[in-house]
């Protein structure tokens, strides 16, 4: 039975959105690893005030890409810089399409002079992977799935754990008998605990610093009983899939955003090449904002907040759509506060709505939350922030509407989607937000990348 392709189901349902529109979806969190250990507020508090540990062996697709064009298929067709691209160094790489709307992005270590591993959501390890195989690169490509997906259930090949918060510090001297060699963010070093190799990924979220610990799956059990050993004294704190998913809102990352892929007709042959079952297909969308156009959803780097990132330096795909942008009025990426009271009363029914957790595209207004607001954005993801006292949100909106301290109004409900007009009055209460920068933690803002 021949396996049917992302192409299959957009024919299937009629268009991209049809086929990817599910309201009231379940919010994505980690697979394998608890929900919560000693609960989320304290899980998140843990990384604010303590010291946390993070298992990412599991939820993470891993893509080792070798070969003499490695370094030429990723700079073909990722915007990064490639020439001040060290051994040992890791980047987020920026896969983009020929319209510069981006594939999603994904974190690209050099372990060599030909040898890359690219981790995280898999749809930029495909494009890659594509791209290699159609171009004729003389590279390898070998994925390890992530836990849900991997066959058998087998073990990952690597472990990952982050150790992070004000003491991250104090527990690494203490497992390993001192400081670790001075490295910068998003370099790693390597690293032996009782004759175990593998490397410590200098690191950090929501403001705090850490490492990101990887190396052989034989090594984890091992790794991890030590960190919990010596964190015991330090009150370390083992945060769960909940906790997990919320940092990103505090430092600015926007995970999982659209991939431009649906639409281009030169892209036909690429959306038959993936499987419908694969997170091209599967990735919902849902929340108070609708449009039958699939590439009102797209994004570009730019409003992601990487135009930093991007090295016209090389030639690559995207490129021209790029530089045409750089000079574009597009929304920017900010942070929404919600006011307190209103997520009480329209998510908690008057209480504590205890963790909330969406990805939905829900609709950004001006006004005060009566109703009659204008369209200025959309919601990117939405998180509880337990040590803040509020829900937070990334958002990209309209450079008017972006200023700190700006009033706004999110549309809290599901549309139907297809069959109902788009800008159908469907009673959605609102709740009210104040736009203040992202990354929305002073440190991740100011002084993550100073040393990078």
Not at 143 to 172: H, N, W
């Amino acid at each position: 039975m021949t396996t049917p392709s992302l192409q299959d189901g957009i024919d299937k349902a009629g268009s991209p959105v049809d086929m990817l529109w599910k309201p009231g979806a379940e919010p994505w969190t980690p697979e394998v690893v608890e929900r919560e250990f000693v609960g989320w507020r304290q899980e998140q508090a843990a990384w604010h005030d303590g010291v946390a540990l993070l298992n990412l062996s599991h939820h993470m697709y891993d893509m080792w890409i070798e070969g003499p064009d490695a370094t030429r298929v990723l700079a073909d067709h990722g915007v990064n810089n490639f020439e001040k691209f060290a051994v040992g160094q890791a980047k987020q790489y920026v896969p983009v399409t020929r319209h510069g709307h981006i594939v999603t992005d994904g974190i690209l270590a050099r372990e060599g002079e030909n040898a890359y591993l690219l981790s995280g959501i898999p749809a930029a390890q495909h494009w890659v992977h594509y791209h290699a195989e159609k171009g004729g690169y003389d590279v390898s490509c070998v994925t390890d799935p992530s836990s849900a997906f991997r066959p058998g259930g087998k073990d990952p090949k690597l472990f990952r754990y982050q150790i992070q918060g004000p003491r991250a510090l104090d527990l690494v001297e203490s497992v390993f008998g001192g400081p670790l060699p001075e490295t910068k963010f998003f370099h790693s070093a390597p690293v032996t605990l009782d004759g175990r190799p593998f490397r410590a990924l200098r690191h950090g979220m929501a403001g705090q610093a850490g490492y990101e610990f990887i190396g052989p799956w034989e090594h984890a059990a091992h790794v991890h009983e030590a960190f919990l050993k010596a964190g015991e004294p330090l009150g370390l704190i083992q945060v769960g899939a909940l906790a997990y998913t919320t940092p990103s809102v505090e430092s600015g990352w926007i995970p999982s955003p659209v991939p431009g892929i649906y639409s281009d007709p030169e892209l036909l042959d690429y959306r038959r090449y993936l499987p419908l079952f694969g997170i091209e297909g599967r990735r919902p969308l849902n929340g108070s904002h609708f449009s039958p156009d699939i590439e009102d959803y797209y994004v570009s780097p730019y409003e992601l907040g990487y135009g930093k990132m991007i090295h016209f330096g090389h030639d690559f795909l995207g490129r021209d759509a790029l530089l045409k942008a750089r000079d574009e009025e597009l929304r920017k990426k900010v942070t929404l506060v919600f006011d307190a009271d209103d997520v009480r009363r329209v998510v908690g029914d008057g209480r504590d709505p205890g963790f909330v957790l969406s990805y939905a595209r829900h609709r950004v207004e001006t006004g005060h939350g009566d109703g009659d607001g204008e369209l200025v954005g959309v919601t990117m993801q939405i998180a509880s922030i337990d040590p803040v006292g509020t829900v937070l949100a990334q958002a990209l909106i309209a450079p008017s509407h972006a200023a700190p301290g700006t009033e706004v109004s999110v549309a809290w409900g599901e549309h139907p989607g297809g069959g109902t007009d788009p800008d159908a009055d469907l009673g959605f209460p609102r709740i009210r937000a104040t736009v203040q920068p992202s990354p929305f933690d002073q440190h991740a803002r100011t002084q993550y990348r100073r040393n990078a």
